[in-house]
């Protein structure tokens, strides 16, 4: 077995995943918990992380490598935004050092300081890192609660815009007068969400309307309750996509770092929008950016 | 004094308006409370409208005239939606009977019940009947939980579209990370009101990122958080306004049913979108509107 290197750590908002890795980059163990930033705001940062150390057998001297929420100004400790434009593999010179037992830093976030167009990232900049050779020139889309896209030249991260496409689906569908218009626990449906698709890409100035036209077909019989959570995800990510092709171009291809039923959708409302996509998969991309980082960081000790 | 005619009701979802109308169309009293539909669908529509009719001092043989969500499916007695495209002085024929004590009777809504653009509404009908001549050609906007606008020719109603721009400010503001961007008290902001409407009018395809930045503007020190909630219905309302304005065309005026702050934050907002306004009151228009059907179905008691 390989010697115990790092400890990386993606620390989120509502989810914590740790990874012990060894000296040549392979992952020895795994721990993960709902212990997110959330949580931990009230019960405390140290003692989650401690546990977890214990839980993947890590040996005392291994230090800790951690992005992600748990560097916001309500996190652990914060780590103050690197500002774009700024290459990714400089990330590593960002982090901070927190005032607990052992080597624990923690990477920065990444902030667009521009007052037309303000925006911030936590945890993703780590994923871009891990998906990107050092001379990268192109496009991410990270989807999510807060989706991501991003513009990469030569390595450095340029410009990027989050849009609010999965908060809105939860908010809308839980809490406005479409949730008598969704299933919680709708079954997937292709044409649904093909549908609402298609009508935000034809018309992107109409989403709020286009909110009101799903409760009203089902009111007038165009539509069945059962696809109402498929049509609102293809309205929501339609409108998001719809919008960044304008304003990132679909003239090249498109790195997707996605996980699961959501990275499927995106696939495929990506091609259907007119792009190329290149997927990669969501952990392994925060995994991949913590190891370089940390390679940099620690690097005599690899 | 007068003699009493007829008692107008407008029964919305949340709200309960009366007044005893006189034969010559003067207001002899009023009464309203917050027993809207969602309070009566458990509680009983009956003794709600007894006890205003009592507080009235209506005639035992005054009949009741109502527009609103009491017609709705899940209301007091479904009263049919009248397709578009219709004529405004025909909804007096599509009022139906309840069974219950003395002569009352519910007006309908519109649907608009095409497979592309399905849409309905209920009681904004008759606020247009009651700001319309019955030759009226034009557009009217009436701001609200869920925005009209309507395009009349020659006294018919041919085409309207529902903006769900009041319903999103409340759960936006009430359950999405921008709760903690927005103050629930704030202040009137012009400034903030400008900005957000400016925007939303130049990139109308962007709302779900620019929502983002609203709440990134104030983590990078851009914005207060006191201007948080008019920047919020700024960009809400230009969003509705920069889409309506393509599909209903703002080369004529156009007409506004508006009242209190959100009929000024309308006002403002569609003259800086090009449009001459042309305001009437809300209460007014729907009063003006019951008295007008009213005059139809009873004419010979007036």
């Known amino acids: 077995m390989s010697k115990a290197a790092f400890v990386a750590v993606d620390w989120g908002t509502s989810s914590f995943r740790a990874w012990l890795i060894a000296a040549d980059g392979t992952e020895l163990a795994e721990s993960r918990s709902s212990e997110g930033m959330l949580h931990c705001a009230t ?8 546990a977890h150390l214990t839980r993947l057998a890590a040996p005392m001297e291994a230090p800790v490598l951690i992005c992600g929420m748990a560097g916001a100004r309500q996190g ?5 935004y690197l500002q774009t434009p700024t ?6 010179a960002g982090a901070i050092r927190v005032d607990t037992d052992g080597d624990v830093r923690i990477l920065p976030g990444l902030a667009q300081a521009r007052a037309d167009r303000p925006d911030v990232m936590r945890g993703e900049e780590t994923q871009l890192l891990g998906v990107t050779e050092a001379d990268f020139t192109g496009i991410v889309c990270i989807p999510g609660t807060h989706s991501k896209w991003i513009r990469i030249e030569n390595g450095a991260v340029v410009e990027f815009a989050t849009y609010m496409t999965g908060e809105l689906f939860a908010v809308i569908s839980e809490h406005s007068i479409l949730k008598h218009a969704v299933e919680a626990e709708a079954a997937e449906d292709k044409s649904g969400f093909a549908a609402g698709l298609a009508s935000a ?19 007038l019989g165009f539509e069945t309750r059962s696809a109402g959570a498929a049509r609102l995800s293809g309205l929501l990510i339609g409108n998001e996509i719809a ?16 996980a699961g039923r959501l990275g499927s959708l ?6 259907t929008s007119g792009f190329t996509v290149d997927e990669c998969d969501a952990e392994r991309a925060s995994r991949g950016g913590l190891i370089k980082a940390a390679r940099q960081i620690w690097g005599a000790r690899f």
Chains 1, 2 share one sequence.
């Open 243 to 258: 919008d960044a092709r304008t304003r990132f171009g679909a003239d090249r291809p498109v790195r997707l770092i996605g």
């Open 266 to 271: 995106y696939r495929e409302a990506l091609t």
């Open 87 to 92: 290459r990714l593999d400089a990330l590593h």
């Open 201 to 219: 890409l034809a018309s992107p100035t109409s989403l709020t309307n286009a909110l009101f036209r799903l409760r009203a077909a089902q009111l």
């Open 76 to 80: 652990w400790v914060e780590a103050s």
């Open 43 to 50: 019960s405390g940062f140290a003692p989650v992380l401690r």
